[in-house]
Structures are given as structure tokens and as C-alpha cells.
């Protein structure tokens, strides 16, 4: 049964962080973490532009990109729901669902609290006892719960904290696997402006979100733990008017995840000097692993430039109702290969947004390709509207 678990989770691992073929070569060098699945983007919006989302305009899908950009929302409150069949074209039960929203109080609504609920259900796992007998079915998932706030600190800046409670369980009740909890915080910060570009306004936005920084996650009782995807993202937009109905703005994304690279085997190393390898990876605290990940890959400053992922977005708005997207996400083949293009559509109105979002592949047998995201928003006060 042992075997099967590790087998189960190995195979997990895989389906949700995959990864290209390139990895028997020896420069191939992917960073794996617990809760591989907080790296996913959960809304249509920010998925249809690439991934993007530390500075594109506020909505109410912001608290998992950047929850700072909620005070410069103009509705007072807001909920929203996306649903992300995932990996469809290799099975048809992994999916993630998410749920998030947003509520302004206080004097001139400077104050923002928002929270947000993640839930990655992998399907159902048939376990088989040494025999080959069918002895159970399992429903492993990975669960995130966090709430968030944040405050305009001045006329153009706003920063934002989040606090988060994990959870993943892949658990066949042998004993031999246990659930693995895990605390995490998020700092983050977003700055609009406003300049003249010739004769018209433009908008400049810049953001940055430090995620999951928190403790390690054991899937083993606390005999071996695992790094959180702790995340820096940086980034910029641009909203360029083109007339009083028409605007288009330009994205940029920047990743590093701030996690310890692991270190590659010699030539020539033994089985203990493998297994004293690993553990001196294991042994390096979370926090320790933040400062370290910035100057401990194998390969040098090339390989830590190699583990920046990015993404480039745009978005076509006309009279804000209706929206065209389009974006790219890039991935170091060493680092994992995740290339893909991006396509969206979002229409809204006073009370309800809805947005839908299309990834197709560039590289080599990546079971990423052909992924849907669905996202609808509610806003509060316009329902309220709506009903008086």
C-alpha cells in the first residue's frame, strides 16, 4: 500500500505542475513545492490575458493576484465564482473551483476587507492492495481559505495583507499518509496614475504581491515537509484610451518563485551522499529558503534568471461592457516548459460580469493545452439596483 501512496502522489504531482520531456537532461531543473495548485490562476480574466493580474485594472477576481487593488474598485462590495475544468483532455474529474469577494467600509471607503475560497478536487484514486484488490476509493484535494485587508495609504497607493490557512489531503487512511496543514501570508502593494500621453489620459499601473509566505506542509506526519510556492510577482499595465468608448491596456507579469532550487546530483555520488543531499534540502527553513532562493541555483545567475517566469498581456475594452483578451505565459524549458497562448472574452453590466478564458499550448505534449476557465461576478450594489 505504501508504494501505491507514494506512486499516487508522485503522479499527482504531475498532473497538476506538468512537465516536459526535457527532463532527462541534466540541466532540467524544476523547483517542486506543496500545494502545486495555489500557482493556478482561478479567473477567466486574468487567465484569457496569460496569467496576468499584479496590475491590470481591479475587479473582484484581485485577491489571488494582488488584494491591494480593491480600495481603487469603485463598487462598494462584490462576490464572484470561477470554475476551471483542469487537464480535460487527459482525465474528466480534476477541476478547480473558486470562489472570492470584497466589501469597502469605513470613512470614504478606504478600507477593503475581501476573502477568498480555493478548492482542487483531483477526482476519485481507486486503491488496490498488494494483491491487486480493490480496497478503497479516495477523493484527494487541495483546500485554500484566506482573508485579506486593504487600505488606500494614499491618493495613488494602496497596500494589502492576506492571511491564509491550507490544507491538502491525500490521505488513504493507512496510517502511512496524513493531511498536511499549512498557515501562509501575502504582502502586497498597487499604485494607479494618471499622465498624458499626447492628447489623451493614460493609466499607468504598478503592483507587486509576495504570496505564500508561510510554513512548511508534511504529507507524512512531519517526518519530511515541503516549501509552499511562496511567489514574487511584479507588474505593470498601461490603459491607453483610444476614444471615450474605446480603451485598450498592455499587461506585464513577472514570476520568481522564492523557494530553494535544488541542488543536482554529482557524477559521481554515492547513495549517502544522495541521501545527504536531500536532506540538507529539507532541512532549510521556510523563511531561509525565501532569502536563499535568490543565489543558490546550481547553474548560477543564468539558471536564476531561468526560473523568472513572464507573462504579456492585453486587454480591448468597448464602453466597458465588452472585452476581447489575449496573452502569453513563458516557462524556462529547464524550469518546467509551461508555454502557452491565451484568449478571453468578458462581457459586463450593472449588476454581473461574466468572463470566459481559452489556453492552447505551444510546447511539446503539455497537458495544459485546451484548458477553459469560466468566471462570473456580481456586484452588490447594482443587484441591490435591480431589486428596488
Avoid at 518563485?257 to 521556510?286: C, G, H
Wanted: charged share 20%; aromatic share 14%.
Amino acid at each position: 500500500m505504501h508504494k501505491q501512496v507514494v506512486s499516487f502522489l508522485f503522479c499527482t504531482l504531475l498532473l497538476i505542475l506538468p512537465y516536459n520531456l526535457r527532463g532527462q537532461e541534466k540541466d532540467y531543473n524544476p523547483i517542486l513545492t506543496a500545494m502545486p495548485s495555489l500557482q493556478i490562476a482561478p479567473d477567466a480574466r486574468g487567465g484569457g490575458m496569460g496569467d496576468i493580474g499584479a496590475a491590470t485594472m481591479p475587479d473582484v477576481y484581485s485577491q489571488h493576484w494582488n488584494a491591494a487593488k480593491y480600495p481603487f474598485i469603485t463598487s462598494e462590495a462584490g462576490l464572484a465564482f470561477s470554475y476551471t475544468p483542469w487537464l480535460s483532455r487527459l482525465v474528466n474529474d480534476i477541476n478547480l473551483l473558486y470562489a472570492s469577494g470584497f466589501w469597502k467600509f469605513g470613512d470614504r471607503d478606504l478600507n477593503v476587507v475581501s476573502t477568498s475560497l480555493r478548492y482542487f478536487s483531483l477526482g476519485d484514486i481507486d486503491i488496490f492492495d498488494i494483491g491487486g484488490e480493490f480496497a478503497q476509493s479516495v477523493n484527494p484535494y487541495e483546500l485554500a481559505f484566506d482573508v485579506a485587508y486593504s487600505r488606500m495609504l494614499s491618493e495613488t497607493f494602496s497596500g494589502a495583507v492576506t492571511m491564509r490557512y491550507i490544507r491538502a489531503d491525500y490521505s488513504t487512511g493507512d496510517g502511512e499518509t496524513t493531511p498536511g496543514n499549512a498557515f501562509a501570508a501575502d504582502i502586497a502593494g498597487y499604485n494607479e496614475t494618471y499622465f498624458y500621453m499626447g492628447r489623451s489620459e493614460a493609466l499607468l499601473g504598478l503592483g507587486f504581491n509576495l504570496s505564500n509566505i508561510g510554513t512548511k506542509m508534511s504529507y507524512d506526519g512531519g517526518e519530511t515537509s515541503m516549501f509552499l510556492p511562496a511567489n514574487m510577482r511584479l507588474g505593470a499595465s498601461l490603459g491607453l484610451p483610444v476614444d471615450a468608448k474605446n480603451t485598450i491596456t498592455l499587461s506585464l507579469d513577472l514570476n520568481k518563485l522564492m523557494v530553494p532550487t535544488p541542488q543536482l546530483p554529482a557524477e559521481d555520488e554515492t547513495e549517502d551522499e544522495m541521501f545527504k543531499r536531500i536532506e540538507d534540502y529539507n532541512n532549510i527553513s521556510s523563511i531561509g529558503g525565501i532569502f536563499k532562493s535568490f543565489g543558490d541555483a546550481p547553474g548560477g545567475l543564468q539558471e536564476e534568471l531561468q526560473e523568472v517566469m513572464w507573462s504579456l498581456g492585453a486587454e480591448y475594452v468597448y464602453n466597458n461592457q465588452f472585452s476581447l483578451r489575449a496573452g502569453y505565459f513563458n516557462e524556462n524549458e529547464y524550469k518546467g516548459n509551461r508555454r502557452y497562448f491565451a484568449f478571453g472574452v468578458g462581457f459586463r453590466m450593472k449588476a454581473f460580469q461574466i468572463d470566459a478564458a481559452y489556453l492552447t499550448s505551444t510546447s511539446q505534449s503539455n497537458p495544459l493545452d485546451q484548458t477553459l476557465r469560466i468566471s462570473l461576478g456580481f456586484d452588490i450594489e447594482g443587484l441591490r439596483n435591480l431589486m428596488n
